[in-house]
């Protein structure tokens, strides 16, 4: 049986592989719905409730504000979101994604879902509470190693 220090040298062994298979799969569905990754990913996070505010999606997606405008006019155009008057406050706008698509998107997802429902009710509470701990410090970790990441085009123009 293998000791703590080969599981987790397999367990880092294996994570490029299921990110790099979790990304084809992403990529494989935007084909598939004819959109681009980055629409997909903002899908993701509009269907998530991480947030409906332009500025902070924009954010998200890594994207300036006018470049987020100009994707935000393909979804629209591709009826994947809308933009609507907050209800909160009338001055300000948010994204909303549009049903039709939506429901085309869960149903591409839904076999991989299934999938990771069947796989999470067989954890226990303290795995459980592992592996969110575990995603959500990766997540962070992530964000901030991308912010680090030179700016390639910066490079190159001076």
Do not use: K, N, W
């Not at 293998?2 to 569905?29: K, M, N, W, Y």
């Amino acid at each position: 049986m293998p000791d703590q220090r080969e599981l987790a040298t397999a367990a880092a062994l294996a994570l490029p592989r299921f990110v790099g298979s979790t990304a084809l799969f992403h990529a494989a569905v935007a084909e598939r719905m004819a959109v681009t990754p980055t629409e997909l990913h903002c899908l993701h996070l509009l269907h998530g409730g991480v947030s409906d505010s332009p500025t902070e999606l924009a954010r998200l997606l890594g994207m300036s504000t006018g470049a987020f405008t100009r994707l935000l006019d393909r979804m629209a155009q591709h009826r994947l979101a809308e933009r609507a008057p907050d209800p909160a406050d009338r001055r300000r706008l948010v994204v909303r994604p549009l049903p039709d698509r939506m429901a085309e998107l869960a149903e591409l997802y839904a076999p991989m879902a299934r999938f990771v429902g069947e796989r999470l009710a067989r954890l226990d509470r303290r795995q459980l509470t592992a592996l969110l701990e575990f995603l959500t410090d990766g997540t962070a970790a992530a964000e901030r190693s991308a912010a680090q990441v030179p700016d390639v085009t910066h490079v190159i123009t001076s």
